[in-house]
T-cell receptor
Framework: AQSVTQLDSQVPVFEEAPVELRCNYS??????LFWYVQYPNQGLQLLLK??????LVKGINGFEAEFNKSQTSFHLRKPSVHISDTAEYFC???????????????FGQGTILTVHP | DVKVTQSSRYLVKRTGEKVFLECVQD?????MFWYRQDPGLGLRLIYF???????EKGDIPEGYSVSREKKERFSLILESASTNQTSMYLC?????????????FGAGSRLTVL
């Protein structure tokens, strides 16, 4: 079985500051990793994904994440945040057991990012 | 753009009522999912379907059932609603094959059971 832990439930930052949202996962097999964002009163949108290849993944809105297999982490970063980045962010994992997963994702608990002026 | 539409954004029901949550996607996706979202718990998978009339239990199927009679429509059914089913319900879909892991979500249905 796989699991995902987001280490911070809330992260307050000031506008234009850098931010890192932490995510650790556990799985006995190879995984795909994702970050989704949920703006208030909306569904989730895909921010970025790691399937294979380069461990540094770039996503939308200036976000990036780095896959670290030895530390089983997939932390999300942005060098300078905006007020509009205020949202809840979810890390998710899908394992490759059996060769296919039909898209079943296991989500973390979520991190609420609040950007203050 | 892929669109996943959930028919009701807000519902208020009474304990014991039968509740239907409807979800329709317009991009011919093979896979469809129902998740439940609660503060501090993230999203938990209730049921998913990888083909018409096919369904599999997720992590928290108790108290729920699903129906997929047509490829584009996936319904979540609460046979007898209880107060602990008050939650946000999110429907999602994804294509088959290598794209299966990229989910597109609907806006959610917030259910309150009194």
């Amino acid at each position: 079985a796989q699991s995902v832990t987001q280490l911070d439930s809330q992260v307050p930052v000031f506008e234009e500051a850098p931010v890192e949202l932490r995510c650790n996962y556990s799985s006995s097999v190879s995984v795909y990793l994702f970050w989704y964002v949920q703006y208030p009163n909306q569904g989730l949108q895909l921010l970025l994904k790691y399937l294979s290849g380069s461990t540094l993944v770039k996503g939308i809105n200036g976000f990036e994440a780095e896959f670290n297999k030895s530390q089983t982490s997939f932390h999300l970063r942005k060098p300078s945040v905006h007020i509009s980045d205020t949202a809840e962010y979810f890390c998710a994992v899908s394992d490759l057991a059996g060769g296919t997963s039909y898209g079943k994702l296991t989500f973390g608990q979520g991190t609420i990012l609040t950007v203050h002026p | 753009d892929v669109k996943v539409t959930q028919s009701s954004r807000y519902l208020v029901k009474r304990t014991g009522e039968k509740v239907f949550l409807e979800c329709v996607q317009d991009m011919d996706h093979e896979n469809m999912f129902w998740y439940r979202q609660d503060p501090g718990l993230g999203l938990r998978l209730i049921y998913f379907s990888y083909d018409v009339k096919m369904k599999e239990k997720g992590d928290i199927p108790e108290g729920y059932s699903v129906s997929r009679e047509k490829k584009e429509r996936f319904s979540l059914i609460l046979e007898s609603a209880s107060t602990n089913q008050t939650s946000m319900y999110l429907c999602a879909s994804s294509p088959g094959g290598t794209g299966a892991n990229v989910l597109t979500f609907g806006a959610g249905s917030r259910l309150t059971v009194l």
